[in-house]
């Protein structure tokens, strides 16, 4: 006798091994959750389901496993592979239920052949964020994350909203998760039994709905903040000096300053000024028509005038 369940399901998170495989243009270090950490606040979070989407690398799942067998509290919570996938200009893609990682790279129907090969589900993540969004050709994904955790400009998430009801596209909620507190921030129910392929075929039909969304806070976008770039000095010279050579003084001086008081009134201030700006240059982008591009091509003079 087959038993359905109403699963709780985390679609979107990543650990340490994501680190090293985030790609060219970003920093090495993007994740300091360890899978002691994850598996525990999974457990805390009430999930069943945890799909572990690393950055281009299936890497994380398998350890994972190993490490959960260990305690039986864990039973409760079935950890399954996907990865979160760059394509060739630099969107991402997540897919889920891979046997094996899919290379980046790829066109974006590339990636989508690889998924269909393995009997995977692709997920649009972020599909309207300043970065790495797929935006109009999300449509090509069987789900849309319609609300993403990291998406603090807010619009991005607004701006999905409007387009998936404009395609009836099939929506899914993402924690987009790089620190601890915020595994399970955003969570789905999924009709299905806990089998990996049994939650394949649920997601692929729709029978997922979104249960629980909220914002990543202030102090965790600090913290994931706060790891990359101490932990990316070398990275930060190397991309500053590459793609903004006339500035380089300018942000050596800002890095100064914040390894000064990583934690401090300085610190927090320019996060502030950062969110007003990046919700200008959102909105801009995504009600206004002004080029998305702009990011991708290190621009500092368009972006300073979209901002004033």
Known sequence: MHIMESLKAELHCHNIFSNGHVGYLEPIYDCNVTIPQQLEQAYLAGLNVLFVTNHNTIDGYRQMLEY??????????????????????????????????????????????????QNAVTIAPHPFSLMDALREDSVHCDLFEVFNSSNVDIYSNIKAKKFSEEKNLHLVAGSDSHVKSTIGRCTNLIHSENKLDDIIHAMRHNQIKINTTGYVQP?????????????????????????????????????KLYM???????????????ISMLKRISRKINFEGYNPSIFRERDLGTIAKMIF
């Open 260 to 274: 000064l008081s990583p934690e401090g009134v300085f610190c927090n201030a320019l996060y502030r000024i950062s």
């Open 68 to 117: 959960k067998k260990k305690y039986r509290k864990f039973d409760t919570l079935n950890v399954y592979p996907a990865e979160e996938v760059t394509t060739d200009n630099e969107s991402h893609v997540l897919v889920y239920g891979v046997d094996h990682a899919i290379k980046s790279g790829l066109s974006l129907h590339e990636i989508l052949d690889e998924a269909k090969k």
């Open 219 to 255: 102090r965790e976008v600090l913290e994931h903040i706060r790891y990359k770039i101490e932990n990316s000095k070398n990275y930060i010279d190397i991309h500053v000096s590459e793609f903004y050579p006339r500035s380089a003084w300018a942000f050596s001086l800002l890095y």
